[in-house]
């Protein structure tokens, strides 16, 4: 059984990487709640975003597994000699 505590469902204050993004939690960027005058940004509990993140990073994985043959890294030269890749000297 779990307790609820409105104090563990608050998100962590936003941290700003960019002028239009913030961050709360690792790897979950948003867009800066300033910036959303036409469409407020929704209150969600802490929980119910890791949750949604989960979610997604699980997906994310059914999907590489049933429909990925290979990783691509970004980087390397092209193996069709049609550029992209770092430029080669």
């Known amino acids: 059984m779990s307790i609820w505590r409105l104090g563990e469902q ?3 204050a936003p ?12 790897h ?6 300033g910036k959303m005058e036409r469409f407020p940004q929704q209150d969600i509990p802490a ?15 059914w999907m590489h597994q049933h429909f990925a043959d290979e990783v691509l ?12 890749g770092p430029a080669e000297s």
């Open 15 to 26: 941290r700003k990487i960019t002028d239009d993004v913030v961050m709360r939690f690792e």
């Open 73 to 84: 890294s970004t980087g390397l030269a092209s193996e069709t000699g049609f550029g992209g």
């Open 47 to 61: 929980w119910d975003t890791m949750r949604i993140v989960d979610s997604r990073w699980e997906h994310l994985d």
């Open 28 to 33: 979950v960027y948003e867009v800066e709640p």
């Open 10 to 12: 608050q998100p962590p």
